[in-house]
């Protein structure tokens, strides 16, 4: 029987969730639309139109997901590779 006791530890979940995405075969495109329009205005502002009732700083989170995920991916590939 599984616990239910206490509640999932929101690091690892997250961890688990970046594993995921790191794993999918659709990450390549995944990571394009994370980054797409996550530019720095001139103030270093992020201006994608998603933070428009929000600042967020350059690099924003959905800029740190990617790298994250990328990150990720890249370690699975270099265990993982054929040679
Ligand atoms: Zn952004």
Same mark, same amino acid.
């Given at each position: 029987? *599984?616990?239910?006791?206490s509640? *999932? /530890?929101? /690091? $690892?979940?997250?961890?688990?969730?970046?594993? =995921?995405? +790191?794993? &999918?075969?659709?990450?390549?495109?995944?990571?394009?639309?994370?980054?797409?329009?996550?530019?720095? /205005? =001139?103030?270093? #502002? %992020?201006?994608?139109?998603?933070?428009?009732?929000? #600042? =967020?700083?350059?690099? %924003?989170?959905?800029?740190?997901? +990617? !790298?994250?995920? $990328?990150?990720?991916?890249g !370690? $699975? !590939?270099? =265990? !993982? &590779?054929?040679?």
């Amino acid at each position: 029987m *599984p616990y239910h006791d206490s509640p *999932p /530890d929101p /690091d $690892e979940l997250f961890r688990l969730f970046v594993r =995921e995405l +790191a794993a &999918s075969p659709g990450r390549a495109g995944l990571l394009v639309r994370l980054r797409i329009g996550h530019g720095p /205005d =001139e103030y270093g #502002w %992020c201006k994608h139109p998603g933070h428009a009732h929000h #600042w =967020e700083k350059h690099p %924003c989170p959905a800029l740190r997901l +990617a !790298q994250l995920v $990328e990150r990720a991916g890249g !370690q $699975e !590939q270099a =265990e !993982q &590779s054929p040679g």
